[in-house]
């Protein structure tokens, strides 16, 4: 079976070929993104110093206050390493 389009006939295969190519076509457009900000601006870093100075966590144990202590490394180690 054919369609008649714009005065020609059109199969059935290749109008769901032709479906089928422009939906990938759209979803890989959609998952590709966009562009990616290198370095964060010098206000997020001013806040987030301010934020790391002014939130302290108390913790009611030992293994909570060790818990922090191992975080509070992570993040250090991580930091170092991003600026590398």
């Known amino acids: ?3 008649i389009i714009a005065g020609r006939a059109v199969k059935n295969e290749y109008l769901a070929l032709g479906t089928l190519g422009l939906t990938g076509l759209i979803v890989s457009m959609a998952m590709s993104g966009g562009k990616k900000e290198t370095a964060a601006p010098a206000g ?3 806040t987030l110093a301010q934020v790391k100075d002014t939130v302290k966590i108390g913790a009611g ?3 909570e206050e060790q818990l922090m202590d191992s975080i509070k490394n ?3 180690e991580a930091e170092k390493e ?3």
């Open 74 to 76: 992570f993040i250090a």
């Open 82 to 84: 991003s600026k590398h």
């Open 61 to 63: 144990s030992s293994e």
């Open 44 to 46: 997020v870093k001013q």
């Open 1 to 3: 079976m054919s369609y």
